[in-house]
C-alpha cells in the first residue's frame, strides 16, 4: 500500500499550454530558511525526491557541475 499523497506542486507547461500537477507522498523540506542551511548531501535528496515525482522536463539537474546554489536556486523554482 502506497501512501497518500501530501502535497502538491503546480506548474505550468507552456510548450504543451497545460498545468501540471505532481502529487508528494512526502514533504521534502519545511521552509526556505531549512533550505538555505542545508548542505550538499541533503539538498541532493530533496532533489531525488521531487525528481523521483517529477515529469523529465521539470527534473533538477544535479549533475556533479552542478553549484548547491543551483541545486537549491531549482528547487526554489519549483515549489
Do not use: Y
Amino acid at each position: 500500500c502506497t501512501k497518500p499523497a501530501c502535497i502538491a506542486l503546480q506548474n505550468e507547461d507552456v510548450d504543451e499550454d497545460a498545468v501540471v500537477i505532481t502529487a508528494l507522498n512526502v514533504v521534502p523540506f519545511c521552509c526556505h530558511a531549512d533550505l538555505v542551511t542545508m548542505n550538499r548531501t541533503q539538498l541532493l535528496a530533496v532533489a531525488e525526491t521531487l525528481n523521483a515525482k517529477l515529469p523529465l522536463a521539470l527534473q533538477i539537474d544535479v549533475g556533479r557541475a552542478r553549484s548547491d546554489a543551483f541545486i537549491r536556486n531549482s528547487i526554489e523554482l519549483l515549489v
